[in-house]
């Protein structure tokens, strides 16, 4: 175990986003759990609220990110100081992400369905950071030898390649496989191949004449959101707590 921290953590110089890493989740958990309590009335926590004004905790997340991140550029990536600027960049990262879909909408949408992107932004961005402490590199370069490194081209060459994998799931309405596919080349490679959602820019450019492709497209779609849209909405309740149901309008009288 400790040879193993020494070769993958320590020596390459991953501890101090492995320390980003947890204070991230562990604010994140904090956080969503607080605000629960504050959303059932139960506990000694409250909305703050000085003036009348609703100070969101994005606020003091920012501040918090902007303070870990040039201390940490200044800091490097071995010390204490690099692990402290860590801990402080993950708490406000954590603060940050926790309240993305209000960044996005520009609207207090915390326990709408809008409000779930702030979940989905949050397991995707523990996943990357994830991949990167496992191994992989930006771009699927990793492992690269003393022969490949002189060899620049290769190198050159397999980032374009990838990063034209990448933007093609991108246009294909395939976010999360786009992001994914930035570390893992397979993802982005099966991303790019397969077919488009019918709502993206790649269906609306390129199918529109299709019709075939846009019906198939339209039916794949369909299957997959009724196979896992029930299981993701659990997984993200399960996190981040349901959203507010919407009242349904009255009938009309007849």
Known sequence: MGNWWHTNIAEP???????????????????????????????????????GVHIHHVVPGVVLTVIGGFGAV????????????????????????????LILHLDDVYWTEEGRQSVEVVVLTVSLVVLVLAGFSPLGVDDVSE?????RLSVITSYVINFCFVLIAL??????????????????????????????????????????????????AYHHDVRWAGPRRKFQDLIGGAPDRVPLPPARKP
Not at 74 to 99: H, K, N, P, Y
Not at 147 to 151: I, P
């Open 13 to 51: 110089g991953k501890l101090p986003l492995l320390l980003a890493l947890a204070a991230f989740v562990l604010t994140f958990a904090v956080t969503r759990t607080i605000t629960r309590m504050i959303r059932a009335g139960k506990g000694p926590f409250r909305n703050i609220t000085p003036g």
């Open 74 to 101: 200044a800091s490097g990536r071995q010390g204490v100081a690099a692990g402290v600027c860590a801990v402080i960049f993950g708490v406000g990262a954590g603060l940050v992400l926790d309240e993305f879909a």
């Open 147 to 151: 022969d490949e490194q002189q060899g």
């Open 171 to 220: 246009f294909k309405g395939k976010t999360r496989m786009a992001v994914l596919g930035t570390l893992v080349p397979f993802v982005a490679l099966v991303g790019a191949i397969r077919l488009a959602r019918p709502t993206s820019m790649w269906a609306k450019r390129f199918y529109r004449n299709r019709h075939r492709a846009r019906s198939k497209a339209v039916l794949r």
